[in-house]
């Protein structure tokens, strides 16, 4: 197959590769070319609101060189330009940050018309030009690098100005839901998530984690600050210790509850069960799989119950882990609510973020022993007796209750595996 000569990688690609990085994903812009010709040399186009084609062998993303221009609101407002007069520098221009405005040739060259290699030295997140207003997705796209590169980098005043000019002229009020959860699931994957969030606060996208700012906290079990710093270090935490997405989701949905206590009546009694609401309402307006919601209300419902593990009577410590949680069948799940209680406990300043948790390892060693019982036999014993139905189900629940009881006294003796 013939290679287009005026071909430029581009991109994340040259971003990433300038820092060493291997790239996951390899964009290429063809400048000088149309859909015919890139049809008639073989390749597959896939665009529809512009053109896009797919090597038939590499399988690798070519666009032609275009411009956007504003038509309308959102992000979906456009008109594109694919035209085979479009210059390279056009379509860098129409591109979110300096350091994804950059380009590589065949020959490596560099081209580099915004000076996107700079801000990549100084670690800084620059706009290109004043188009980023256009696009309201920017702003999340600005908040997850910073998820991803970490607290060294900074956001140039100038965009962080542009930032609260979309917000101001009614523009984000155009993010889609669905494009807003595919950003934010993403910035919860990053090392750095709870940046993403500290860098969109105060824009009113997440009206549930702005209520927490400012929202003091008893300093005999907070003493890092207020809720919204608490929700910050308890999802650093998770991000720390590589916990999953959903477990980084309930770490920061835990609280949920406590601004709406606050405001009914002057304090957080029962914010646990008020963040059920809350967090049902989120999930329902951004659209959040199943999965993060179901494990989110289970950790704000329950969560001050795993703390209080040890203080807590057998029969309570049987409905936590068998009848709410349960855990027998769900492992998984009840791992993750440990992790995310984990966080909770540990996101509360350096002092804590290495203090025991011996909560965690009493959970799982009542889930071992639980797991371990004989159903099969404890049933065919019921059987023996003459039990039937309802019976046999107490049986069960006897034989757990009995298992409970016998693992809280040994629990002096819970040590990590």
């Known amino acids: 197959m013939k290679i287009l000569d005026h071909t430029y990688l581009v991109g994340g690609a040259v971003r990433d590769t ?15 070319t149309t859909t015919s010709d890139m049809l008639s040399l073989g390749f597959i186009q896939v665009g529809k609101d512009f053109p896009v084609f797919i090597h038939p062998k590499t399988k690798e993303e070519y666009a032609l060189a275009r ?11 456009f008109s594109i330009d694919a035209c085979s007069k479009v210059t390279l520098e056009e379509d860098l221009a129409r591109r979110d940050l300096t350091i994804n405005a950059m380009a590589l040739g065949k020959d490596n060259s560099l081209v580099d018309p915004f000076n996107g290699f700079s801000d990549l030295q100084n670690k800084v997140l620059r706009h290109t030009t004043d188009a980023f207003v256009e696009d309201p997705v920017r702003v999340l796209r600005v908040a997850r690098f910073m998820a991803r590169f970490g607290e060294q980098w900074s956001i140039a005043p100038e965009t962080q100005n542009l930032m609260q000019t979309l917000k101001n002229h009614g523009e984000l ?31 009113g996208i997440f009206p549930e984690i702005e209520a927490m700012v ?9 003493p890092e600050g207020d809720v919204f710093t608490h929700t910050m270090l308890a999802l650093k935490r998770a991000a720390n210790l590589s916990f999953d997405l959903p477990t980084r989701f309930a770490a920061l949905t835990h609280d949920f509850g406590k601004p709406v206590s606050f405001q009914k009546q002057g304090n957080f009694f029962g914010h646990e069960q008020a963040g059920i609401e809350v967090i049902n309402k989120f999930c329902q307006r951004l659209n959040v799989p199943g999965r ?3 494990l989110a209300i289970l950790t704000s419902d329950n969560h001050t119950r795993c703390h209080k593990l040890f203080e807590m009577k057998a029969n309570k410590v049987h409905k936590l882990i068998v009848e709410t949680m349960d ?18 406990a540990q996101g509360r300043g350096q002092t804590f ?47 757990e209750l009995a298992c409970v009881k016998q693992t809280l006294l040994e629990k002096e003796e819970v040590k990590l595996p």
């Open 18 to 32: 300038l820092l060493g990085k291997t790239p996951n994903d390899r964009d290429y812009v063809v400048v000088g």
């Open 67 to 77: 411009t956007e221009r504003k038509k309308g609101y959102g992000y979906k407002g």
């Open 173 to 203: 009020k155009y993010l889609v839901p669905e494009r807003i959860w595919a950003e934010t699931a993403k910035a919860l994957s990053e090392p750095h998530p709870h940046l993403y969030f500290q860098t969109l606060n105060g824009l």
């Open 214 to 222: 400012g929202l003091a906290q008893p300093a005999k079990y907070h």
């Open 292 to 294: 993060f919601r179901t």
């Open 327 to 344: 855990a027998v069948k769900k492992p998984e799940r009840f791992q993750q609510f440990l992790q995310a209680c984990l966080c909770d």
């Open 353 to 399: 973020e290495q203090k025991d948790y011996p909560q965690y390892r009493l959970a799982l060693l009542l889930l071992k022993n639980l797991s371990e019982l004989d159903t099969k036999a404890i049933v065919q014993h019921a059987l023996s007796l003459q039990k039937q139905g309802s019976e046999i189900g107490q049986f069960i629940r006897q034989a």
